[in-house]
């Protein structure tokens, strides 16, 4: 069975940063693609994030480029989003996600990022 | 940035009933088009790829079809766990993909 289990999730100031993890199993992590999609409590979905395999490809979002940093380690089978600057808008549940051929496949059950002061 | 439109944003209908909804393209995506399914509570869960091909697991009665810039996703006969938000999403030119607003298909 495929699963993703994200962490990381929680209360941050405007400015603030956060970590988010993401721990994959039953797949070969170190093959996959991986990107991380957003949403807002009661909204839709918007995609955040990408990395390909051996970190060779990164792509972001205007929202948070320059501000949000993916990584991955193949060992721990993991995938992260480092999150600087956060800002009020930044607030929503947060989903890693596998990708493969552009789409995403399998996903985590999503943490939660709030923003305020 | 390809912008996707769903239609319409709600669909009110009865168990039993035929689905159809509708995502637009801003520009021709081939057929790089992808629909999930949401549940409240719930991540997403893919439903179709490559416009029309259903993901493993997805029961026959969704079906996927369009090309270019105009798609359509069909429930033949719904049933009750059909009841959710479904979303679009390109992968034709990207990064950014992006996503359609979601239609909301609820329980008349």
């Known amino acids: 069975e495929v699963k993703l289990v994200e962490s990381g999730g929680g209360l941050a100031q405007p400015g603030g940063s956060l970590r988010l993890s993401c721990e994959v199993s039953?797949?070969?992590?170190?093959?996959?693609?991986m990107n991380w999609v957003r949403q807002i409590p009661g909204k839709g979905l918007e995609w955040i994030s990408y990395?390909?395999?051996?970190?060779?490809?990164?792509h972001y979002a205007d929202s948070v480029k320059g501000r949000f940093t993916i990584s991955r380690d193949d060992a721990r089978r993991s995938l992260y989003l480092q999150m600087n600057t956060l800002r009020v808008e930044d607030t929503a549940i947060y989903y890693c996600?596998?990708?493969?051929?552009?789409?995403?496949?399998?996903w985590g059950h999503g943490t939660l990022v709030t923003v305020s002061s | 940035e390809i912008i996707m439109t769903q239609s319409p944003a709600t669909l009110s209908l009865s168990p039993g009933e035929r689905a159809t909804l509708s995502c637009r393209a801003s520009q021709s995506i081939t057929i790089n088009l992808a629909w999930y399914q949401q549940k409240p509570g719930q991540a997403p869960r893919l439903l179709i790829y490559g416009a029309s091909i259903r993901a493993t697991g997805v029961p026959a009665r969704f079906s996927g079809s369009g090309s270019g810039t105009e798609f359509t996703l069909t429930i033949s006969s719904l049933q009750s766990e059909d009841f959710a938000v479904y979303y679009c999403q390109q992968h034709h030119s990207w990064p950014p993909l992006t996503f359609g607003g979601g239609t909301k298909v609820e329980i008349k």
């Open positions: 996600a596998t990708f493969f051929g552009g789409y995403s496949v399998f």
């Open positions: 990395i390909n395999v051996r970190d060779t490809g990164l």
């Open positions: 039953g797949l070969t992590f170190s093959t996959s693609e």
